[in-house]
């Protein structure tokens, strides 16, 4: 909403007023603050008594994030939003930060209700599924001949069916991160992980269906063909993973190291265990407590290759809602431009979704280096029967079912 300027009298006490106004720039609402609606008229702005020109008019952009409270994420976001208040002194971004459990149903349910915020930023997580339910904006047209500063696979992680849906932020993958001064080398092949941990190296593995995705390709296994039909159940691969994997699980119940990426958190961060595999959304912290102890490595190669991770994408999507998406557009353009990917790439270790900020960080270069046998996370509908029959390893973990019989089960009702 554009908020009216009006010229006031040279009246002395509104002088007094100007000149306390003068120099003043715009704020950023705190992010831990939902946008306070408008029940008032708006306050006139205040003119500088040597100009009759007006002040910039300012046009309210609501945002959502769900970076962690204290996270080095937040952190650098902050200091993204005080630049931004500078920089772009005709929007008002308000900030709300909405836990990360739930700000995918949060959203949903309020653009769903005719409501929302202008935008939100989040991993490409549900990407697919709130395209094809229209819950995000179309953006090809309005990011026409923006993105050529952007590294294509970033661009095509925020494109479903030809068309593209959000501005690209950073890259994000699960990596094996590790303390160099506890462990010298890192394991190259899941062989030598699992004898690391035999002999006692404490290691913090994250069971989760999409921390250990990667490890399916090390044992020739696959989840879809190129036509998005599952194929897990064709030859032994994804058997042979997750049999590898119950394996490293047992081990770790057994030395009650961290089965998590949230239970790992403080343990690594503390040198309580050596490594663990998680997304570099964690790289802030972890940097901020290892300092240059601190390095990462791809997750080790199995017997049948490479092990390829989803490699995600974090983006700024617009509400379809909202009646200020150019303005929307401009603030997401900004947030991912190169003095704001510098920031978060420096303070929260993001993979920089734009070419042209320098990679100064060895780490980051590690990263990138890593990714390169990452998949990009798959749009098609057909993920949402994978997170749906694939997310529930606990089956064989914890109560006893035969890597076989699970991986027979998930695939015949995936195919349903």
Known sequence: MKRPIFVLASLMIIATMVLSACGATPTVAPATQAPAPATSAPVPALLPTNTTAPAVAQTEVTFWHAYGTG???????????????????????????????????????????????????????????????????????????????????????????????????????????????????????????????????????SFSCYHYWGFYSAFGGSVFDDKFNFITDQGTGMVDAMTYLNELY?????????????????????????????????????????????????????????????????GYYINPNSQNKQGAIDVALYLTGKTAEQIMMDQAGHVPAITTVSITNPLIQSLVDAFKTSIVRPQDAQLDKYWANFCGPDQIFEKGVTPEAWITAATAAAKK
């Not at 939100?120 to 395209?131: H, M, R």
């Not at 094996?176 to 030598?192: H, I, V």
């Not at 309580?272 to 102890?293: E, F, P, R, S």
């Open 71 to 205: 996270s080095a994420e937040e952190t650098a976001l902050t200091a993204v939003l005080a630049k931004a208040a500078i920089d772009l002194p005709q929007y008002k971004i308000n900030v709300l930060q909405v836990p990360f459990n739930d700000i995918y149903n949060k959203y949903s349910t309020d653009v769903a209700a005719g409501g929302g915020p202008d935008m939100f930023v989040a991993p490409n997580d549900n990407l697919g599924s709130e395209s094809r339910a229209s819950l995000i904006a179309d953006l090809t047209d309005l990011l026409k001949g923006k993105l050529g500063d952007y590294a294509p696979l970033s661009v095509e992680g925020m494109t479903v069916g030809g068309k593209i849906f959000g501005v690209p932020e950073s890259l994000k993958a699960v990596e094996f991160w590790y303390d160099k001064s506890k462990l010298a080398t890192p394991p190259a092949t899941t062989d030598d992980l699992l004898n690391m941990e035999k002999a006692g190296t404490a290691v913090g593995i």
């Open 250 to 314: 047992q081990i770790g119940k057994k030395n009650a190291w961290p089965l998590t990426d949230a239970d790992g958190l403080a343990p690594f961060q503390e040198g309580k265990i050596v490594a663990i595999t998680n997304g570099n959304w964690a790289m802030g912290d972890y940097q901020k407590a290892l300092g240059a102890n601190l390095a990462v490595a791809p997750l080790p190669a199995g017997p049948k290759g490479a092990s390829k991770p989803l490699l995600g994408v974090d």
